[in-house]
C-alpha cells in the first residue's frame, strides 16, 4: 500500500529520518537475500555521485548505490523478457537505474555490482538481472588508472 | 526436502500455479521449464546467491568508507 503520511525512522548510520511519502519506493519482491520492501534514497554526500537506498523498515539497513551511466559509459541494461515482463517494461532512459556498492579500505577494492542493479520508476523499484555481456558482479568503480597511480 | 523422481516429459505442481516440467535428461544434466506467475522471478541458484552477497556486503558499508569525491 503506498505511504501516504511521513515516515520517520531511527537510522543507525544517520539518527531519525523523516521520509515523505512521494519519497518512498516500494520494492514489491525486495532486494535478493534482504529483508523488507520500503526504501528510499538519501543524498548524504553531494557531488559523490553515491546515494543511500535506505530501508525504512530496518535502521540498520542501508546500501550505496549509485546510477552507473556516468562511471561506466560502455554500461548496457539487457533484460531477459521475464524481467521485461515483471516490471512493466519502463523506457530505461525515463527510469532511475542504481547499482550496488561494495565499500573498501582500499579504493582499488571498491566494486560494483552491474550484474544485478536496481530500477526505479514512480515510486517503485526492481532487482533486476543484467544479462549484458561484461555486466561484472563485481566491476571496479576507480578507473585501472587511479589503481596504478596508488601503486606508483 | 521432499524428494521425487520423475522421468522426462513429467510435471510437479506447486501450490496452485507453479508448474516444473522435466523437458530432457541427458548425462548429469536436467533441462526444466519452469511455469511460474509473472510476479515471481526465478534465478538459478548460484545467481542467486552471489546476487545476495553482494548486496548484503553492500549493506556493511559505514559511512566513513565512502568515497567523498566523485570518482574520477
Redesign the interface.
Known sequence: MPATETITIESS??GTLRVAPEAVIEF??G????EGSRYTLLD??P????LWLHSLERGE?????LDPRP?FPAFELVLSA??R??IGAPDPAAAQLYV??????E?AD?VV?L??PLIVHEGRGH?V?NVAPGAD??AP???AR?RAVDAA | MLILTRRAGERVVIGDDILVTVMEVSGQTVRLGIAAP??L???REE??L??????????????E????????
Open positions: 548510520r544517520f514489491p519482491l532486494l535478493i537475500g534482504l548524504r554526500n557531488g559523490s555521485g553515491i539497513l542501508a546500501l550505496p548505490v562511471f521475464e524481467d515482463e515483471r550496488t556498492m561494495r565499500a573498501a579500505p579504493p571498491v555490482n550484474r544485478a532487482q538481472l558482479l563485481q568503480l576507480f578507473p587511479s | 509473472e510476479r522471478p526465478i534465478y545467481i542467486w552471489a546476487v545476495q552477497a553482494e548486496n548484503r556486503a553492500a549493506a556493511e558499508a559505514s559511512v568508507a565512502l568515497p567523498a569525491q566523485r570518482p574520477s
